[in-house]
């Protein structure tokens, strides 16, 4: 399975800054949020994502707490999170597996790391061996410089007066005292963490300071060298463009002076051969006739050589007519006798006679 989309957890602008480029290296889709709750509300109202990078210290909520709460929602309990630290201990990095931490990115993060813990991600997302969390196990590692030694059932109360345990019957098993050297250890870690999370805060809000401030500076530098640019590109379009007119009009007047060379001699030569001289006429007039007395004496020779073989054509047709009309006066003579036959005969006679003498006519 492909890792496709993160969602980015930190609330120094930098940091989100840096490890997105990173993300976006990977073909990775990013979405970024500033602060633990706007990562839960983003987990509300928006898809899953493949991967929850969450910071360690952060103001309000910190990472440890987000992702109890994330674990917690059945909804987004399956969510992988790398949690990305600058502590990268040995028993750290195994009590962050009990609350439910995926894997521990060392911050600054380095583009090795980030992709020997993406590849390892997609081969156990794919495989579908993500670990998961021991609730019962549960701790909180920025505090584990600052555990007491304290039972996890113990109470603690005000150290007893001289013989109060005593008439008490001794102090209870569970019943820590509160001694100064406790209040010491107490207000200790209660200090260091204060100031530890105030020394992020202003190291992210300074951070984040010098991030505005060198944007600012780079959009102001790229501002200012596209200005440049630009003004450099239209001097020189301009230069290119005064340079092409020049050049288009030596052109145009070599051309002119070429073309009005050439006219001139074409003229010259105009002036020598000015038209059809008389002898010219003489000789088309001749040439003319001579074709238009072809041209009679073919049509004549064509119209003599037609009638004659129109004649031919009615001679044949009428030698075929008659040879036909006598065999059949023949055969009618010899199968009847009959008036009728012969009145027939001699009409039919006749018919011919009157059309052969109508065709000598036309054709004569």
């Known amino acids: 399975m492909t890792i496709k989309n993160a969602l980015l957890v930190d609330d120094s602008k930098v940091a989100r800054f840096a490890l997105s480029k990173l993300l976006e290296g990977h073909d990775m889709e990013v979405n970024m949020a500033g602060s633990a709750e706007e990562a839960l509300d983003f987990l509300n109202s928006h898809g899953r994502p493949d991967v929850i990078f969450m910071d360690h210290l952060m103001p309000g909520m910190n990472g440890v707490e987000a992702t109890k709460a994330i674990k917690g929602n059945p909804e987004t309990a399956g969510i992988p999170i790398i949690m990305c630290t600058s502590k990268k201990s040995s028993s750290f990095m195994e009590e962050a597996r009990n609350f439910g931490v995926y894997n521990i990115l060392t911050k600054p993060p380095q583009t090795d790391g980030l992709s020997q813990v993406l590849d390892q991600l997609a081969i156990d997302v794919t495989r579908g061996s993500l670990p998961e969390p021991l609730a019962d196990k549960a701790a909180h590692p920025e505090d584990e410089e600052d555990l007491l030694n304290i039972p996890a059932d113990a109470s603690v109360q005000l150290s007893p007066k001289t013989g109060d345990g005593d008439s008490r019957g001794g102090p209870q098993a569970n019943v820590v005292p509160l001694t100064s050297e406790l209040i010491e250890q107490i207000a200790r870690s209660a200090v260091k963490t204060h100031i530890n999370n105030r020394l992020h805060e202003l190291l992210s809000s300074l951070f984040d300071e010098q991030f505005d401030h060198l944007?600012?500076?780079?959009?102001?530098?790229?501002?200012?060298?596209?200005?440049?640019?630009?003004?450099?590109?239209?001097?020189?379009?301009?230069?290119?463009?005064?340079?092409?007119?020049?050049?288009?009009?030596?052109?145009?007047?070599?051309?002119?002076?070429?073309?009005?060379?050439?006219l001139a001699v074409l003229k010259k030569d105009l002036k020598k051969n000015s038209g059809f001289t008389s002898e010219h006429m003489a000789e088309l007039k001749d040439h003319i006739t001579s074709v238009q007395t072809i041209d009679t004496e073919f049509w004549q020779t064509l119209q003599s050589e037609a009638i004659q073989q129109a004649h031919e054509i009615s001679r044949e047709t009428a030698e075929d007519i008659a040879q036909r009309t006598i065999d059949l006066f023949v055969a009618q003579q010899k199968s009847a006798s009959s008036r009728v036959y012969t009145i027939g005969l001699a009409v039919s006679l006749g018919i011919f006679s009157v059309g052969i003498a109508w065709l000598s006519g036309l054709f004569g």
Do not use: C, F
């Open 215 to 262: 944007k600012r500076a780079l959009d102001e530098s790229r501002g200012k060298q596209e200005a440049v640019i630009e003004e450099r590109l239209n001097a020189v379009s301009e230069m290119v463009e005064a340079r092409t007119r020049n050049l288009r009009d030596e052109v145009a007047a070599e051309v002119n002076l070429n073309l009005g060379s050439e």
